[in-house]
């Protein structure tokens, strides 16, 4: 190999080498792409709940109350409970507008909460106990001042009430009105202390937000 020939030769296994024992930049930011994590929650409804903001969507459940209101609600009652007699039926519906004012709280939901837990039966009893359009708890009922919980205006002013305290204990929870009806199903306390309430719950709150949309 002649003299010329050999230097190539050196070049050419030189920049070889080079480019293979090369070191990076350390000043050349190189990013990596990571692989996706998949998640292991598989139900979002109960995932603990931080950084809650709250009121938005507020407007949706409060007020609602106009001159047509009131005869929507009656004509809601009787295509949801056609043995309700039609005083009984103008009694509810005159009484969920008289406690939705006093209380704050939309005469719809108020009214789509009583036909998720009784289907407007005033004297209806649960398994555990619940009686009356609202399905209190006689201690329930007791605390919030219902003598009576088969009377129809005592109920719904507990009910009410009642309703009114969960939306209160979930200020800051969104959406707050999903949380308060959880609340009423499961208890406050229950859902206070996980952060957040079961999926069981989804059927109840969606059944409810149904009706809400129907009235």
Same mark, same amino acid.
């Given at each position: #190999?002649?003299?010329?020939? !050999?230097?190539?030769?050196? =070049?050419? $296994?030189?920049?070889? @080498?080079?480019?293979?024992?090369?070191?990076?930049?350390?000043?050349? +930011? $190189?990013? $990596?792409?990571?692989?996706?994590?998949?998640?292991?929650?598989? *139900?979002?409804?109960?995932?603990? @709940?931080?950084?809650?903001?709250?009121?938005?969507?507020?407007?949706?459940?409060?007020?609602?109350?106009?001159? *047509?209101?009131?005869? +929507? =609600?009656?004509?809601?009652?009787?295509?949801?409970?056609?043995?309700?007699?039609? *005083?009984?039926?103008? #009694? #509810?519906?005159? +009484?969920?507008?008289?406690?939705?004012?006093?209380?704050?709280v939309n005469p719809k939901i108020l009214t789509a909460l009583i036909a998720a837990e009784s289907k407007f039966n005033s004297q209806a009893v649960?398994?555990?106990?619940?009686?009356?359009?609202?399905?209190?708890?006689?201690?329930?009922?007791?605390?919030?001042g219902v003598n009576d919980p088969f009377n129809i205006e005592e109920n719904i002013m507990g009910t009410t009430r009642y309703f009114r305290s #969960?939306l209160d204990r979930f200020k800051g929870y969104d959406p707050r009105v999903h949380f308060a009806l959880a609340g009423y199903k499961e208890g406050?306390?229950? @859902?206070?202390?996980? !952060?957040?309430?079961?999926?069981?719950?989804?059927?109840? =709150?969606?059944?409810?937000?149904?009706?809400?949309?129907?009235?």
């Amino acid at each position: #190999m002649d003299t010329i020939s !050999g230097v190539i030769v050196a =070049i050419f $296994v030189l920049t070889i @080498v080079g480019s293979v024992t090369k070191l990076p930049d350390p000043n050349v +930011n $190189v990013s $990596v792409e990571k692989e996706p994590v998949a998640s292991t929650q598989t *139900n979002p409804r109960e995932i603990p @709940v931080t950084g809650l903001s709250g009121e938005e969507g507020e407007h949706a459940f409060k007020g609602g109350y106009d001159e *047509n209101t009131q005869s +929507n =609600i009656y004509n809601f009652i009787k295509k949801k409970a056609k043995t309700v007699k039609d *005083n009984a039926a103008q #009694m #509810m519906a005159e +009484n969920i507008i008289k406690y939705s004012q006093q209380y704050d709280v939309n005469p719809k939901i108020l009214t789509a909460l009583i036909a998720a837990e009784s289907k407007f039966n005033s004297q209806a009893v649960s398994r555990s106990g619940a009686q009356g359009l609202g399905q209190l708890l006689p201690s329930t009922a007791r605390h919030l001042g219902v003598n009576d919980p088969f009377n129809i205006e005592e109920n719904i002013m507990g009910t009410t009430r009642y309703f009114r305290s #969960m939306l209160d204990r979930f200020k800051g929870y969104d959406p707050r009105v999903h949380f308060a009806l959880a609340g009423y199903k499961e208890g406050p306390n229950a @859902v206070l202390k996980r !952060g957040y309430y079961k999926s069981d719950s989804q059927s109840y =709150i969606d059944l409810i937000m149904k009706y809400y949309s129907d009235i």
